[in-house]
């Protein structure tokens, strides 16, 4: 019984820091577009694309380090036979 509690917290506490990289991952991307978004409103000015592949390369970084962590959080939970798809 006691065992079963542990798990169940452990279970949950992993579940918690899928959606945190989550809302962290989002964070990222809401930031990348926002720098994307402004390149494009000052395409008239001189160097309107360096705010427009800084927020490519944090769209791009964004989205590896979300899959990479879930990946990586998904693959401890195989180990500790916390996740049965």
Do not use: Y
């Not at 169940?8 to 962290?24: A, P, Q």
């Not at 720098?35 to 490519?56: C, E, I, K, N, Y």
């Amino acid at each position: 019984m006691i065992m079963n509690q542990n798990t169940s917290i452990k279970k949950k506490c992993l579940w918690f820091l899928i959606v945190v990289c989550f809302m962290f991952a989002l964070l990222l991307a809401f930031i990348s577009i926002i720098s994307v978004r402004t390149g494009f409103l000052h395409m008239q000015q001189d160097g309107f694309w360096v705010p427009v592949s800084a927020g490519m390369v944090l769209l791009t970084a964004s989205i590896f380090f979300f899959f990479f962590s879930i990946r990586r959080i998904i693959c401890c939970m195989k180990a500790e036979e916390l996740f049965h798809p």
